[in-house]
């Protein structure tokens, strides 16, 4: 299993980001994907989930309204579209498969939300 993110970086409060997690390694449309971020001092939170279809979501309710998670299984492809953001949302987001009892993690990207 490999998932790698990308699309990080620094934006303004307000601003929008897109990350992008490619994954292989396994048969990626059977699966749900979640994306995890972490905020130094903080443990690391679920922000978004999505089922192996695409076809139902969840969030947090600090980004509900303002984050979208989706995919394309023909891709191996996971993204979150994070719009109007805040400071608090700096953190190292990371992509998340959860296999059975296993959880397997990208390297993660910085958000980083300052004015």
């Known amino acids: 299993v490999q998932l790698v993110e990308s699309g990080g970086g620094l934006v303004q409060p307000g601003g929008s980001l897109r990350l992008s997690c490619a994954a292989s390694?396994?048969?990626?449309?059977?699966?749900?994907m979640n994306w995890y971020r972490q905020a130094p001092g903080k443990e690391r939170e679920l922000v978004a989930h999505i089922i192996s279809t695409g076809g139902m979501t969840n969030y947090v309710d600090s980004v509900k309204g303002r984050f979208t998670i989706t995919r394309d299984n023909a891709k191996n492809t996971v993204w979150l579209q994070m719009n109007s953001l805040k400071p608090e949302d700096t953190a190292v987001y990371y992509c998340?498969?959860?296999?059975?009892?296993?959880?397997?993690w990208g390297q993660g990207t910085q958000v980083t939300v300052s004015s």
């Open positions: 998340n498969l959860r296999l059975g009892l296993r959880d397997y």
């Open positions: 390694g396994f048969t990626f449309s059977r699966y749900a």
